[in-house]
T-cell receptor, first 114, second 114 residues
């Protein structure tokens, strides 16, 4: 079955630690996205990538980093510079952007600070 | 500056009745709108969309209405079922842009009571 796989489902971060959230898709989609959801808030865009080896900052990129070395993979690193990392993180993908196609989402990673 | 607003955090309806979820937007450049449904600890799933060239789109029990002059759209669910209980996100995008991304509202929690 085609889809988007996020791992792990739950992740805990210690103070000063960087953690990496995995996102893999086998939908052959060009574009991939990372969103953050906080309680009572909408989904806010962290980073997105329209093509391999290229990515753009979203609305709340500070304290995060990404890479897009392969079409299938778009890992997100939450660095120690992100002072409020506790949130539900969602990865998504779509076919070439700008064509008004819907996003397909993974099942999310809940990140908490110890 | 919230460009997509869902002013009702929650809505409760009886099974079999109509559910109406509302969404307002401020960016007149938005021309494509989507509704997503989200269960707890899962990723959102696409429900229905509408282009600005239309004022109505219907898919089974779900209908989306768009009023461009009022910058308002609504999602109607008829008849409502307990399985419809979820958070519903309204999202908007601007086609033709070089950097495609969706802007989401904060969501409305729908509870359908048996």
């Amino acid at each position: 079955d085609g889809g988007i796989t996020q791992s792990p489902k739950y992740l805990f971060r210690k103070e000063g630690q960087n953690v990496t959230l995995s996102c893999e898709q086998n939908l052959n989609h060009d574009a991939m996205y990372w969103y953050r959801q906080d309680p009572g808030q909408g989904l806010r865009l962290i980073y997105y990538s329209q093509i391999v080896n290229d990515f753009q900052k979203g609305d709340i990129a500070e304290g995060y980093s990404v890479s897009r070395e392969k079409k299938e993979s778009f890992p997100l690193t939450v660095t120690s510079a992100q002072k409020n990392p506790t949130a539900f993180y969602l990865c998504a993908s779509s076919i070439p952007p700008g064509l008004n196609e819907k996003l397909f989402f993974g099942s999310g990673t809940q990140l908490s600070v110890l | 500056d919230q460009q997509v607003k869902q002013n009702s955090p929650s809505l409760s309806v009886q099974e079999g009745r109509i559910s109406i979820l509302n969404c307002d937007y401020t960016n007149s450049m938005f021309d494509y709108f989507l509704w997503y449904k989200k269960y707890p600890a899962e990723g959102p799933t696409f429900l229905i969309s509408i282009s600005s060239i239309k004022d109505k789109n219907e898919d089974g029990r779900f209908t989306v209405f768009l009023n461009k002059s009022a910058k308002h759209l609504s999602l109607h669910i008829v008849p409502s079922q307990p399985g419809d209980s979820a958070v519903y996100f309204c999202a908007a995008s601007q086609s033709g842009g070089s950097n495609y991304k969706l802007t989401f509202g904060k969501g409305t929690l729908l509870t359908v009571n048996p």
